[in-house]
Structures are given as structure tokens and as C-alpha cells.
């Protein structure tokens, strides 16, 4: 294939910390999902980020608990609403202050499956997450 025949669109998502802190993570995140869930013609071409906007540039990052389970949810979401294929095959990576420090245990994670990262592609550390596997 050529190459645009194999390009995806990375959708990111997430809450602003009085949601995390309200308990309304999942309401915030279905909200940005269903915006666009319809006019998906081919969920093969879609990577989904959940990028919590109070872990960006923060150095703040979610614990491996929290992403996973935000991530589950999400993957849990997309089985009742779009379908179980789609929740099973669509990659859901994490984004928010992902480092070399943190990129282990985040990827330990069953629902992880890979990072956005930004701030730290500019540090040598990068390699660190990009050789980052359990």
C-alpha cells in the first residue's frame, strides 16, 4: 500500500482535573467520543488518545491504575456502543506527561497500547519510551 492509503487519525481526549476530582472522568470522555463515533466509516484508520488535559506539560502524569482504568472504560464503551470488534482492536494509547520514568509501569497495563508523547520526544529519554516493552 502506499503510504496514504495507511494513515489513521489519533483522536485525543480527556478531562480537566475538577472532572477527575468530581468523579466525572467517563461523562467528559463519552461526551468527546460520541461527538464523533458516528461519522466513523472505518474504526481501523482510528487511534484513540486519552490525554487527561491535567497531566499535559504538567509533569503530573495519572498513576498506572488510573489510565488503565479510564482506558478500560473507554474500550468498554466502544463495545456497547459501537461494537465488541471495534473495542477489541482499536488502539487506545495514553498521553499526558509520559516519560522514561513512568513509560514501564504505563505500559505494563493490559489496556495501554502505546503512548502520545510530547515534551519528552525532545529528551534523549525518548528512546527509553520508545524501547519501552513488558
Known amino acids: 500500500k502506499q503510504w496514504y492509503q495507511r494513515r489513521v487519525a489519533i ?75 471495534v473495542a477489541a482492536s482499536v488502539r487506545i494509547i495514553y498521553g499526558g506527561s509520559v516519560n522514561g520514568k513512568n513509560c514501564k509501569d504505563l505500559a505494563s497495563q493490559p489496556d495501554i497500547d502505546g503512548f502520545l508523547v510530547g515534551g519528552a520526544s525532545l529528551k534523549p529519554e525518548f528512546v527509553d519510551i520508545i524501547n519501552c516493552n513488558c
Request: hydrophobic letters at 35%; charged letters at 25%; proline letters at 4%.
Open 11 to 85: 483522536t485525543a481526549g480527556g478531562e480537566k482535573g475538577e472532572d477527575r476530582k468530581s468523579g466525572n472522568t467517563m461523562v467528559v470522555c463519552v461526551e468527546q467520543l460520541t461527538a464523533f463515533k458516528d461519522n466513523v466509516d472505518d474504526w481501523s484508520k482510528v487511534v484513540i488518545a486519552y490525554e487527561p488535559v491535567w497531566a499535559i506539560g504538567t509533569g503530573e502524569v495519572a498513576t498506572p491504575e488510573i489510565a488503565q482504568e479510564t482506558h478500560l472504560n473507554i474500550r468498554s464503551w466502544l463495545s456497547e456502543n459501537v461494537s465488541p470488534e
